[in-house]
């Protein structure tokens, strides 16, 4: 196996897992910022048509992670154990559960996607079309990003982050050169709008996921997807032991996403310029979050192997060392949406109402951006204990208040009101988490 975690430097051996994992997130965040920066050039409505065939996209991934979350953290602690046979096991059962659950949601949201995207009650038709447009494509052929997923997990829990990082490169490359030509057109190129965007994406994902697949044939190391066979029956132990640990997870993701169209369809009362901010708005967010939870999938795979091995004093200081280093992180992040929203916002918005909109959810969601981090990477802390539960318990507790705080601040304050909402809810859920953390890991001795 590539990576042994429960021996060597705990710092040393952390920052190397999670540096690759940061630097695919990142690029994660260049794909939307790519996209959205490109579309932002259509217009605010186009933004908001693409903005609500996002949170379709977005709402999979909570689905997908039953998958990644169940296959990585048991393929983890049975490598920790040294249980290499049971390792491939839950990876194969993972690989067959993300393919199955990709093609079952393609499936649904082909044949409701009307219905889906009625749900937000856009009032533009030109935003209108452009969801429909993009949730058609993007849901359609969702079982490369399922699969990316599953595998970027499973190779995480063997202490390899440096494939996924390079196909992530590779799919990065693919997407910044498709979305120029596809969405706007240039010379012999049709433009194809928000439906050009996309096929980008889509492509970009086919690309990685077959990356990986390649690194699995090609690399001479030991590897748990080697063997892998997708039409074979998937055993009920395995099943058992991905579902204890993914359904949670999975619960947890698709609870926010339902949660954030919630507050979507409220804010859409404010115009597409405030919808269209909240998914911009999210994308620059990103830069945060996905480096957070990039570090949570290196904290998530060295704290499961570790547990596995039962070596707690490593998984107490691993854990500390994150927190340190994502909190830094997320104070940065804070400094600069707070003190420079007006020259974030002009890159992406070039309607004065728009960019005035995303000014003021940008001071106001930096208020939370360290406590966010804090969140994210004690999720991952505590789901490689496999304790997925009781993160799905709090998350999904404290992101529904979201919903009643943002109708009384809404009422009180208007739009700025809901932005209030997101930022205080996430820093109660960063101090809960991270004691919650303290306090288990110390019940343990």
Known sequence: MEGNLTKGPILKTLTKLAIPIMASSFLGTLYNITDMAWIGLLGSKAVAGVGVGGMFTWLSQGLAAMARMGGQVQVAQCIGRGERDRAHGFAQAAVQLATLMGMAYAVISLLFTRQMVAFFQLTDPEAQTAALSYTKIACGLIVFSFLTLTMTGLYTAQGDSKTPFLANLIGLITNMILDPVLILGPGPFPKLGVVG??????????????????????????????????????????????????????????????????????????????????????????????????????????????????????????????????????????????????????????????????????????????????????????????????????SITFTSARIPLAIILGGLIGLSGIWWALSVTSIIKGIIFTCTFLWITKKRG
């Open 197 to 394: 965007a996309a096929i980008a994406t889509v492509t970009a994902q086919a690309i990685v996921m077959t990356m990986m697949i390649l690194g699995v044939i090609i690399q001479k190391k030991e590897n748990v997807l080697k063997g892998i066979r997708l039409t074979a029956k998937i055993p009920k132990e395995y099943l058992g032991g991905l579902c204890r640990i993914g359904i949670p997870t999975a619960i947890q993701g698709m609870a926010y996403c339902a949660i954030s169209m919630v507050l979507t369809r409220m804010v859409s009362a404010y115009g597409a310029e405030a919808v269209a901010t909240q998914r911009v708005g999210g994308q620059i967010e990103s830069i945060s979050w996905n480096t957070a939870d990039g570090f949570a999938a290196a904290l998530n795979a060295f704290i499961a192997q570790n547990y596995g091995a039962g070596k707690m004093d490593r998984v107490r200081k691993g854990y500390r060392a994150s927190l340190w280093t994502v909190g830094i992180w997320g104070l940065l992040i804070s400094f600069v949406f707070i003190c420079f929203p007006q020259a974030i916002a002009d890159i992406f918005f070039h309607e004065p109402k728009a960019v005035a909109t995303a000014v003021g959810y940008l001071v106001i969601i930096g208020f939370s951006e360290a406590f966010m981090c804090v969140e994210l990477t004690t999720v991952g802390a505590l789901s490689g204990l496999g304790r997925t539960r009781l993160c799905s318990i709090i």
